[in-house]
């Protein structure tokens, strides 16, 4: 199995013990905290390498990143 099957099966896991809606908000907090440090590491990383620094944020800050929808 990957660790991605593991994961799932894990959430799954997780996801068959939710009774409630503080559970289910608990989970996603849990999640979402996960995800944040995961995050905010690698731009620490990437901070300390050299890559990320104030100048490099500035001009990210100006920039429209999302993807342009097309009309059909």
Same mark, same amino acid.
């Given at each position: 199995m990957s $660790?991605?099957?593991i994961a799932q =099966?894990?959430?799954m896991n997780a996801a068959a013990?939710?009774?409630s809606? #503080? #559970?289910l908000d608990a989970l996603r =907090?849990?999640?979402s905290l996960f995800f944040a440090e995961r995050a905010q590491k690698a731009i620490d990383k990437m901070w300390d390498e050299?890559?990320?620094d104030q100048r490099k944020l500035d001009e990210l800050?100006?920039?429209h990143l999302r993807t342009p $929808?097309?009309?059909l």
């Open positions: $660790y991605s099957e =099966l894990e959430l013990n939710i009774s809606q #503080d #559970d =907090l849990t999640l050299g890559k990320l800050r100006g920039q $929808y097309k009309s």
